[in-house]
C-alpha cells in the first residue's frame, strides 16, 4: 500500500469519537457505541504531524535534555514508515521563520541568516516527504514575496498558499488526494494572526463558510476522510473545529505552546495537535471499516491515561470533601448520600478505563494517537544532519564578513566601557581562575566547536558586552569572548582606573534580570536563580578565602 500524490498538496486522515464519556471538568465526551472486537488489523494509514515548527533546524545545545531537531524527526520517520504503514506527514502553524534571533538588531540584519535558515527547512521537508502545510503569521516575517519564493522551491503543497485580500487575511485551501486505496481530502485554513489574535463574528463566520464548502466539495468527490490543517488562536480552533461537519480530524497550529494534549473531542471533529519547535511528533494510526459509515472510536492509550489521570483527581478531590461533609451536621443526609453515589460512579469509570486492554482490537472506524518526544536517545539522520552543518557554515562564513565593520557604540562621556576578564586576574586571581573552569568561562569556545560563533541567534550570550556601548558585536569581541567578570557585574574601566573609589564600584550582587537575559526558558530550562547563584559562591567569589 502506498501514496499516490496527485494535485497541489495534502494531508490526511481520519476519524473522530471519544471513549468513555466521563463527567469530568474539561467536559463530557459523547457516548459511542464500542467497535466489534476483532483481532487487530494493520493500520489503513497513518498521520504523523509537526505544529509550530517555526524554522527550528535544531534545538538551543544548552539545554539539559534538548528536545527535538529536523534531523531526528527525520530519523524517526523513517522508522515510522518501515512497517509499510502509509505515511501522510503534515505541518500547521508557523513553519518556516520564528522569532528575529536576539542578536539581531531587527529583522533586517538577520534577513540572510534567516531566509537561508527558511531555504534549508524546505529542502529538508522535500527531502523527508512533507504532504502539505497549513503556514502561520510568522511565515509572513520577511514579507509575502519572499513566502511566495520559498514556497516555489517546495514540493509540498501550502494550503492555503497565501493570505486574503485587504484586511481579511484569513484563506483557505483545499485538496483530494490518495492514501493507498482511499481517498483523503485536506483542507488548509490559516487566519494569519497570533496566538492572542481573535476573529470577529462577521470574519469567523466566513471563514466557516469557506472552509465546510471545501469541506463538502471533498466529500462529495468521495474522501474516505477528512483533515483540516489549521492555524490560528486557540479560541477559533475549538469553535471552528466546533462547528464543522464531515470532518474527521483537526491539527492545530498557530498557538506557540509546547504542550502537546490528548485528543480531544470538539463537535463532529478530533482535534490534535503537536507542541512547537519540531519538539516532538504527532503520531495517529487511522483504522478504517469496510463501509465507513461508523463514527470514529478514539482507542488512544494517550486518552485513556489522561482520562484516567482526571477521573483519580476528581475521585480524590469529592473523597476530601465527603470525609468534611460527613462530620458536618448541616449538611442533609440526602445530599451526602447522592455525593456517596457520585464518587461510587467515578470510581466504576475509573476501574472500566484502567480494565481495558492498552490497544484494544478493533474492527470499525477507529484511531490510536500518540506523541512521540524527539529526545537525545532519538538517532539521528546524518544526511539531513549534513544539510544543517551546510547550512551553520555557510552562516558563519557569511556573517564573519558581514558584520565586519560592526563596531560597538562608544560610552557615553565619563562612561564605564568593557575591559574583559583578564584585567581582573591582577587583583582577583582566585575568582579568575575558578572563572576559567567554570562554563561561563569557556562559552564561546562551544560555539567555535559547532561553527556558531557568528551565528545571530547564538553569540549574543556567548559573550561579554554584546551590543552594549563599549562592548561587544557579533565579530568585534576582542578580549570579550566567554561569559566574562562584566557580564555579571557590568562594565570594568572606570574601577580598574580606580579601584577604591565608591563612585567606580561595581554591581557586587547582580540581580535575577541579569541572569535572565540569556538563562531563558528556551535556552535554560533548569535555572532558577537561587539555586544557580549558590553555586556561583566559592571562596574568592562570594565567599572569604579563609574561613579563619
Same mark, same amino acid.
Given at each position: 500500500?502506498?501514496?499516490?500524490?496527485?494535485?497541489?498538496?495534502?494531508?490526511?486522515? /481520519?476519524?473522530?469519537?471519544?471513549?468513555?464519556?466521563?463527567?469530568?471538568?474539561?467536559?463530557?465526551?459523547?457516548?459511542?457505541?464500542?467497535?466489534?472486537?476483532?483481532?487487530?488489523?494493520?493500520?489503513?494509514?497513518?498521520?504523523?504531524?509537526?505544529?509550530?515548527?517555526?524554522?527550528?533546524?535544531?534545538?538551543?545545545?544548552?539545554?539539559?535534555?534538548?528536545?527535538?531537531?529536523?534531523?531526528?524527526?527525520?530519523?524517526?520517520?523513517?522508522?515510522?514508515?518501515?512497517?509499510?504503514?502509509?505515511?501522510?506527514?503534515?505541518?500547521?502553524?508557523?513553519?518556516?521563520?520564528?522569532?528575529?534571533?536576539?542578536?539581531?538588531?531587527?529583522?533586517?540584519?538577520?534577513?540572510?541568516?534567516?531566509?537561508? &535558515?527558511?531555504? @534549508?527547512?524546505?529542502?529538508?521537508?522535500?527531502?523527508?516527504?512533507?504532504?502539505?502545510?497549513?503556514?502561520?503569521?510568522?511565515?509572513?516575517?520577511?514579507?509575502?514575496? +519572499?513566502?511566495?519564493?520559498?514556497?516555489?522551491?517546495?514540493?509540498?503543497?501550502?494550503?492555503?498558499?497565501?493570505?486574503?485580500?485587504? %484586511?481579511?487575511?484569513?484563506?483557505?485551501?483545499?485538496?483530494?488526494?490518495?492514501?493507498?486505496?482511499? &481517498?483523503?481530502?485536506?483542507?488548509?485554513?490559516?487566519?494569519?494572526?497570533?496566538? $492572542?489574535?481573535?476573529?470577529?463574528?462577521?470574519?469567523?463566520?466566513?471563514?466557516?463558510?469557506?472552509?465546510?464548502?471545501?469541506?463538502?466539495?471533498?466529500?462529495?468527490?468521495?474522501?474516505?476522510?477528512?483533515?483540516?490543517?489549521?492555524?490560528?488562536?486557540?479560541? %477559533?480552533?475549538?469553535?471552528?473545529?466546533? /462547528?464543522?461537519?464531515?470532518?474527521?480530524?483537526?491539527?492545530?497550529?498557530?498557538?506557540?505552546?509546547?504542550?502537546?494534549?490528548?485528543?480531544?473531542?470538539?463537535?463532529?471533529?478530533?482535534?490534535?495537535?503537536?507542541?512547537?519547535?519540531?519538539?516532538?511528533?504527532?503520531?495517529?494510526?487511522?483504522?478504517?471499516?469496510?463501509?465507513?459509515?461508523?463514527?470514529?472510536?478514539?482507542?488512544? $492509550?494517550?486518552?485513556?491515561?489522561?482520562?484516567?489521570?482526571?477521573?483519580?483527581?476528581?475521585?480524590?478531590?469529592?473523597?476530601?470533601?465527603?470525609? @468534611?461533609?460527613?462530620?458536618?451536621?448541616?449538611?442533609?443526609?440526602?445530599?451526602?448520600?447522592?455525593?456517596?453515589?457520585?464518587?461510587?460512579?467515578?470510581?466504576?469509570?475509573?476501574?472500566?478505563?484502567?480494565?481495558?486492554?492498552?490497544?484494544?482490537?478493533?474492527?470499525?472506524?477507529?484511531?490510536?494517537?500518540?506523541?512521540?518526544?524527539? %529526545?537525545?536517545?532519538?538517532?539521528?539522520?546524518? @544526511?539531513?544532519?549534513?544539510?544543517?552543518?551546510?547550512?551553520?557554515?555557510?552562516?558563519?562564513?557569511?556573517?564573519?564578513?558581514?558584520?565586519?565593520?560592526?563596531?560597538?557604540? +562608544?560610552?557615553?562621556?565619563?562612561?564605564?566601557?568593557?575591559?574583559?576578564?583578564?584585567?581582573?586576574? %591582577?587583583?582577583?586571581?582566585?575568582?579568575?581562575?575558578?572563572?576559567?573552569?567554570?562554563?561561563?568561562?569557556?562559552?564561546?569556545?562551544?560555539?567555535?566547536?559547532?561553527?556558531?560563533?557568528?551565528?545571530?541567534?547564538?553569540?549574543?550570550?556567548?559573550?561579554?558586552?554584546?551590543?552594549?556601548?563599549?562592548?561587544?558585536?557579533?565579530?568585534?569581541?576582542?578580549?570579550?569572548?566567554?561569559?566574562?567578570?562584566?557580564?555579571?557585574?557590568?562594565?570594568?574601566?572606570?574601577?580598574?582606573?580606580?579601584?577604591?573609589?565608591?563612585?567606580?564600584?561595581?554591581?557586587?550582587?547582580?540581580?535575577?534580570?541579569?541572569?535572565?537575559?540569556?538563562?531563558?526558558? +528556551?535556552?535554560?530550562?533548569?535555572?532558577?536563580?537561587?539555586?544557580?547563584?549558590?553555586?556561583?559562591?566559592?571562596?574568592?567569589?562570594?565567599?572569604?578565602?579563609?574561613?579563619?
Amino acid at each position: 500500500m502506498r501514496f499516490r500524490y496527485r494535485g497541489v498538496a495534502w494531508v490526511v486522515f /481520519s476519524g473522530l469519537l471519544g471513549l468513555l464519556c466521563l463527567p469530568i471538568a474539561c467536559g463530557e465526551r459523547d457516548q459511542r457505541a464500542a467497535p466489534q472486537v476483532a483481532e487487530r488489523a494493520q493500520p489503513a494509514l497513518r498521520l504523523v504531524a509537526l505544529t509550530d515548527i517555526s524554522g527550528y533546524l535544531e534545538p538551543c545545545g544548552c539545554q539539559s535534555r534538548p528536545l527535538g531537531g529536523i534531523d531526528r524527526a527525520a530519523a524517526k520517520l523513517a522508522a515510522l514508515r518501515a512497517d509499510r504503514v502509509p505515511v501522510l506527514f503534515v505541518a500547521a502553524g508557523d513553519l518556516l521563520f520564528g522569532d528575529t534571533p536576539e542578536g539581531a538588531r531587527g529583522s533586517a540584519q538577520a534577513t540572510a541568516q534567516e531566509t537561508w &535558515k527558511a531555504e @534549508t527547512m524546505v529542502e529538508i521537508l522535500n527531502r523527508v516527504g512533507l504532504a502539505a502545510a497549513a503556514p502561520g503569521k510568522r511565515d509572513l516575517s520577511f514579507g509575502e514575496p +519572499e513566502l511566495q519564493r520559498l514556497i516555489g522551491r517546495s514540493t509540498f503543497a501550502w494550503l492555503p498558499a497565501k493570505p486574503g485580500d485587504g %484586511t481579511n487575511r484569513e484563506a483557505v485551501g483545499g485538496w483530494l488526494g490518495h492514501a493507498g486505496e482511499h &481517498k483523503v481530502g485536506v483542507v488548509g485554513v490559516s487566519t494569519f494572526e497570533g496566538p $492572542e489574535a481573535v476573529l470577529p463574528a462577521e470574519r469567523f463566520q466566513g471563514l466557516r463558510e469557506l472552509t465546510q464548502a471545501q469541506i463538502d466539495k471533498l466529500r462529495a468527490a468521495g474522501a474516505r476522510v477528512v483533515v483540516v490543517l489549521l492555524s490560528s488562536d486557540q479560541r %477559533t480552533g475549538r469553535r471552528l473545529t466546533g /462547528s464543522l461537519h464531515g470532518v474527521d480530524f483537526v491539527v492545530q497550529g498557530g498557538l506557540d505552546d509546547a504542550q502537546a494534549n490528548a485528543p480531544s473531542t470538539v463537535g463532529a471533529g478530533t482535534l490534535l495537535r503537536a507542541g512547537r519547535q519540531g519538539q516532538g511528533l504527532l503520531v495517529v494510526d487511522v483504522y478504517l471499516d469496510a463501509k465507513g459509515s461508523t463514527p470514529f472510536l478514539d482507542v488512544s $492509550e494517550w486518552t485513556r491515561r489522561e482520562q484516567s489521570s482526571a477521573l483519580q483527581a476528581s475521585i480524590g478531590d469529592l473523597s476530601q470533601r465527603i470525609a @468534611t461533609w460527613e462530620h458536618d451536621p448541616k449538611v442533609q443526609p440526602a445530599s451526602l448520600q447522592e455525593q456517596r453515589s457520585k464518587l461510587n460512579t467515578l470510581r466504576e469509570q475509573l476501574e472500566r478505563a484502567q480494565r481495558a486492554p492498552p490497544v484494544p482490537p478493533v474492527q470499525g472506524n477507529a484511531f490510536s494517537a500518540r506523541y512521540e518526544p524527539l %529526545t537525545v536517545e532519538q538517532s539521528r539522520d546524518k @544526511t539531513i544532519g549534513d544539510v544543517i552543518h551546510a547550512y551553520d557554515a555557510r552562516v558563519n562564513d557569511h556573517n564573519r564578513v558581514a558584520f565586519a565593520d560592526l563596531k560597538p557604540a +562608544e560610552p557615553a562621556a565619563g562612561a564605564a566601557r568593557y575591559v574583559g576578564s583578564n584585567a581582573c586576574q %591582577t587583583c582577583h586571581a582566585p575568582a579568575y581562575t575558578w572563572w576559567t573552569q567554570h562554563p561561563h568561562g569557556h562559552a564561546y569556545t562551544t560555539l567555535e566547536r559547532a561553527h556558531k560563533q557568528f551565528n545571530l541567534s547564538c553569540v549574543g550570550c556567548h559573550v561579554t558586552g554584546y551590543d552594549q556601548p563599549g562592548g561587544s558585536t557579533v565579530v568585534h569581541n576582542e578580549g570579550l569572548i566567554h561569559v566574562g567578570c562584566e557580564s555579571c557585574h557590568g562594565p570594568g574601566s572606570r574601577h580598574i582606573a580606580q579601584p577604591r573609589a565608591a563612585s567606580t564600584a561595581l554591581t557586587k550582587q547582580p540581580g535575577e534580570a541579569v541572569c535572565k537575559q540569556c538563562h531563558t526558558p +528556551e535556552h535554560s530550562d533548569l535555572f532558577e536563580f537561587n539555586a544557580y547563584v549558590a553555586r556561583l559562591r566559592v571562596k574568592g567569589h562570594g565567599l572569604p578565602l579563609s574561613t579563619d
